[in-house]
């Protein structure tokens, strides 16, 4: 992970939860696509790359055991200092890209159910990747992929929702990949109609809540501010969060 990513998560660390966490609809939401899609067995090993503060991992819990934990790997140690304290979280630093070469050791030889929520667009070779992580699957082993498609339909100014977009894959080109990886892969679309108070929305965006967004040195994420309160002058903002849900499977 590079520095400014490094520093753009230990920032965000403290306040990430709070960023959804206060919303249990949108929570439940995502949790059930998750599981409903990774259908884990009592006792499998569950595995999530980028896992950060566990934030989504509340329906996988109960799968898990203090003998078979859910595998949180993450290179971030500000944002693992978050997950809570169960002895049915089992926490690794560590990269995707490090655990696809073989260089972390994890408490289980394969992993039957492997998530990864919102951290494919940092791995910087994502076909290596996805075949190295492919590699550590059962043999009845399913991969998760949960990913925002490039074209955001979020209240944010231009520039930032073109960086955002030229810097995610499309969600076909995760699926090819999981097939280059040799899996089965199917993608899904669903939405989620997201409705927050416009000021809200503004902290999240100056507290930078987007990696994206910590890209921009601070006096153009002020004129992006001002470009999203002229644009949007309602004090609630109504948009689709829309995900794609990369299944792959062997
Ligand atoms: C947007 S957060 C998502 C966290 C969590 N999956 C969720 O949905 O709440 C992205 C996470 O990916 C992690 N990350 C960044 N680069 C990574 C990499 N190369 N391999 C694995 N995780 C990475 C970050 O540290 C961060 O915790």
Partial sequence: MDEQLQHHYTQLADTYDDTWGHRPAYLDWMEEHISRRLRVSPGEWIADIGAGTGLFLRRLLPYATEQTPVVCVDPSAAMLARLPQDPRLHPVQATAEELAAGQVELPCDTVDALVIKEAVHHFTDLDHTLVGL????????????????????YPLFQTALDRFAAGQPEPESVAAALRKAGLKATTTIEEFPVSIERDRWLRLVANRWMSVLSTFSDTELSSGLEEIAEEHPSPQLEFPDRFAFILGHR
Avoid: E, F, N
């Fill in 134 to 153: 492919a590699d550590q699957l059962s043999a009845d082993g399913r991969v998760l992929i949960v990913t925002l498609p490039p074209q955001l339909k």
